[in-house]
């Protein structure tokens, strides 16, 4: 009779790597196939820096691009913090 044992939290994540690796390896288009991805959050950035469109198209793609450097560079903190709280903890 087979083992069928539920995979671990580690299996489970590298067993999704290892698919989302071959399946980046058969894409032949990258930029098309996050293009819909893309639009989107920028739709986001552009509606929480002018969500009235009062804003003239060159200060609104400015003010998108400072959004997005916030957002990305607060997603790097919470990143460092999390490494730091778990090397604190072991």
Do not use: Q
Request: proline letters at 4%; aromatic letters at 4%; one cysteine or more.
């Amino acid at each position: 009779m087979p083992n069928h044992r539920t995979p671990t939290a580690r299996e489970r994540s590298l067993s999704a790597s290892i698919r989302a690796h071959c399946s980046w390896a058969m894409t032949k288009d990258r930029a098309a196939r996050t293009a819909a991805a893309r639009r989107a959050a920028d739709e986001r950035f552009e509606l929480l820096v002018d969500p009235d469109g009062e804003m003239t198209p060159e200060d609104r793609a400015a003010a998108v691009e400072n959004a997005r450097a916030a957002h990305y560079r607060r997603m790097a903190l919470r990143s460092a913090e999390s490494r730091r709280a778990k090397r604190d903890a072991a």
